[in-house]
């Protein structure tokens, strides 16, 4: 309509020239005055001045409204106010179209913005020469770093993770093995490659698969240990019965015919049931302790000062403690610390590491001097509770460190690997982690880290 009206107005302008032009050059042909020529031409004149005016101002009008949309819509004045036009007024409801999209857009972008930021995957991308542009908390809690300029400053977190980050191509997926803080993470990675306006860049989505893939190791171990000892106990303890059946009728038959066992050969054939008898009494109770690892109930949670339930493990050590010249320190910071656990099982937990130390600092053959054992809790900024439980003893090497939490394996003379098994689990059970550090000849340390839960 607006548009309509602009032709119309220009049209007015362009016949009423047309007609005055035409009515003066009719009166040059004509006899009247001079006078008469001169009025008519000055009104051509006129309009066409007028003419000129309404297409210079049409001409700015428009330059104005593009120069708008090339700059922000918002920052210029009405046009349809400022003019009193209906064509600028329709300018005006384009450009307030124009706001509308670009507020829209922006909307958009904040609310895509601020999802990539809070979903609990890692999210980087980064252009071919490194430079990041989008780094999200989740990929900084997952890394430890709060900034990340460009993809190659992560050589300080691990060189393999850029490495595998740089080379990977669209529907590129590896896993990477990263340790922070002495604790091991397994990072999955997957890689799009993307390309926006005529540039290309990379997206990498990063996520923390330790915990599911500790899970599914726990579940095969256990699977492995329920398979095996119900095989094992159904083949040996039909032999300890016959043999404890067969050593009490030796025994019942000798003192019935009032026999001594005197012969070499009956005497080696009684010994030998006995030994039967016995080692597969030993055999069924050293199995019946792995098929407990199989049947941790979920814990019973309740809130916990773990001061009372560290010195309440310490009471129960008392006796052990008072044969050795083993120190022990206790610090809990804040005194009266508490978290969401079953006190049952940690306190199971805090009594295998403790006697692990203490084993550790009587080895015979390693002499400690001034032998301690220290125990601290104290609240982490994160709002997880981290409990240490470290010694100056001999330490573990590299390679038994690996795999000091796989069930049976064992450092100990007459160990059964089971105890620091068991303590992984129950603290996978709380949804913490144990880890441990040690060196050779300067000490071990494990790690609780628990996150706290509501009852």
Same mark, same amino acid.
């Given at each position: 309509?607006?548009?309509?009206?602009?032709?119309?107005?220009?049209?007015?302008?362009?016949?009423?020239?047309?007609?005055?032009?035409?009515?003066?050059?009719?009166?040059?042909?004509?006899?009247?005055?001079?006078?008469?020529?001169?009025?008519?031409?000055?009104?051509?004149?006129?309009?066409?001045?007028?003419?000129?005016?309404?297409?210079?101002?049409?001409?700015?009008?428009?330059?104005?409204?593009?120069?708008?949309?090339?700059?922000?819509?918002?920052?210029?004045?009405?046009?349809?106010?400022?003019?009193?036009?209906?064509?600028?007024?329709?300018?005006?409801?384009?450009?307030?179209?124009?706001?509308?999209?670009?507020?829209?857009?922006?909307?958009?972008?904040?609310?895509?913005?601020?999802?990539?930021?809070?979903?609990?995957?890692?999210?980087?991308?980064?252009?071919?020469?490194?430079?990041?542009?989008?780094?999200?908390?989740?990929?900084?809690?997952?890394?430890?770093?709060?900034?990340?300029?460009?993809?190659?400053?992560?050589? &300080?977190?691990? @060189? +393999?993770?850029? !490495?595998?980050? =740089?080379?990977?191509?669209?529907?590129? /997926?590896? *896993?990477?093995?990263?340790?922070?803080?002495?604790?091991?993470?397994?990072?999955?990675?997957?890689?799009?490659?993307?390309?926006?306006?005529?540039?290309?860049?990379?997206?990498?989505?990063?996520?923390?698969?330790?915990?599911?893939?500790?899970?599914?190791?726990?579940?095969?171990?256990?699977?492995?240990?329920?398979?095996?000892?119900?095989?094992?106990?159904?083949?040996?303890?039909?032999?300890?019965?016959?043999?404890?059946?067969?050593?009490?009728?030796?025994?019942?038959?000798?003192?019935?015919?009032?026999?001594?066992?005197?012969?070499?050969?009956?005497?080696?054939?009684?010994?030998?049931?006995?030994?039967?008898?016995?080692?597969?009494?030993?055999?069924?109770?050293?199995?019946?302790?792995?098929?407990?690892?199989? &049947?941790?109930? @979920? +814990?019973?949670? !309740?809130?916990? =000062?773990?001061?009372?339930?560290?010195? /309440?493990? *310490?009471?129960?050590?008392?006796?052990?403690?008072?044969?050795?010249?083993?120190?022990?320190?206790?610090?809990?910071?804040?005194?009266?610390?508490?978290?969401?656990?079953?006190?049952?099982?940690?306190?199971?937990?805090?009594?295998?590491?403790?006697?692990?130390?203490?084993?550790?600092?009587?080895?015979?053959?390693?002499?400690?001097?001034?032998?301690?054992?220290?125990?601290?809790?104290?609240?982490?900024?994160?709002?997880?509770?981290?409990?240490?439980?470290?010694?100056?003893?001999?330490?573990?090497?590299?390679?038994?460190?690996?795999?000091?939490?796989?069930?049976?394996?064992?450092?100990?003379?007459?160990?059964?690997?089971?105890?620091?098994?068991?303590?992984?689990?129950?603290?996978?059970?709380?949804?913490?982690?144990?880890?441990?550090?040690?060196?050779?000849?300067?000490? =071990?340390?494990?790690?609780?880290?628990?996150?706290?839960?509501?009852?």
């Amino acid at each position: 309509m607006g548009f309509k009206n602009f032709k119309h107005h220009l049209f007015a302008r362009i016949g009423l020239l047309a007609v005055t032009l035409f009515i003066f050059s009719a009166l040059i042909y004509s006899d009247s005055g001079n006078l008469a020529r001169l009025l008519i031409l000055g009104l051509a004149v006129l309009q066409g001045y007028n003419l000129y005016l309404f297409l210079e101002r049409s001409e700015n009008e428009i330059t104005a409204f593009l120069q708008r949309l090339l700059d922000e819509p918002s920052s210029e004045p009405n046009i349809g106010k400022q003019q009193g036009e209906p064509i600028f007024s329709e300018f005006e409801d384009v450009i307030e179209n124009i706001r509308e999209l670009k507020s829209d857009k922006e909307a958009q972008h904040q609310y895509l913005k601020t999802i990539v930021q809070h979903v609990t995957i890692g999210i980087i991308t980064f252009e071919p020469s490194g430079e990041v542009q989008i780094f999200n908390s989740a990929a900084k809690s997952l890394l430890g770093i709060n900034q990340l300029n460009n993809i190659n400053d992560l050589k &300080r977190v691990s @060189l +393999p993770l850029v !490495k595998t980050i =740089t080379e990977l191509r669209t529907g590129g /997926r590896d *896993l990477v093995r990263v340790v922070r803080d002495n604790e091991e993470t397994q990072i999955a990675i997957y890689a799009i490659e993307l390309s926006l306006k005529g540039e290309t860049f990379k997206l990498i989505s990063l996520q923390n698969i330790q915990s599911e893939l500790e899970e599914k190791e726990m579940d095969a171990w256990q699977n492995l240990i329920r398979v095996l000892t119900h095989e094992i106990m159904n083949s040996v303890t039909p032999i300890s019965s016959l043999a404890k059946t067969l050593e009490g009728e030796i025994q019942d038959w000798f003192k019935k015919h009032n026999v001594e066992i005197k012969d070499d050969e009956l005497s080696d054939f009684h010994l030998a049931l006995h030994t039967i008898h016995k080692r597969s009494d030993n055999l069924i109770a050293f199995v019946s302790e792995f098929r407990n690892m199989t &049947r941790i109930t @979920l +814990p019973n949670l !309740k809130r916990v =000062t773990i001061k009372e339930l560290l010195d /309440r493990v *310490l009471i129960l050590l008392k006796y052990d403690i008072a044969k050795t010249d083993i120190k022990i320190s206790l610090d809990v910071i804040p005194e009266d610390l508490r978290i969401t656990l079953d006190e049952n099982q940690v306190e199971q937990v805090f009594i295998n590491l403790i006697k692990n130390a203490m084993q550790a600092l009587q080895s015979e053959e390693n002499e400690i001097d001034h032998p301690e054992i220290r125990i601290r809790a104290q609240a982490a900024p994160d709002g997880s509770t981290v409990i240490t439980i470290g010694d100056n003893g001999p330490g573990i090497d590299e390679d038994a460190l690996e795999k000091i939490f796989i069930p049976f394996f064992t450092t100990k003379k007459g160990g059964s690997g089971i105890g620091l098994t068991l303590s992984k689990q129950i603290m996978r059970l709380h949804n913490g982690t144990i880890t441990v550090k040690s060196k050779v000849n300067q000490g =071990t340390t494990f790690t609780l880290k628990f996150i706290d839960q509501s009852v």
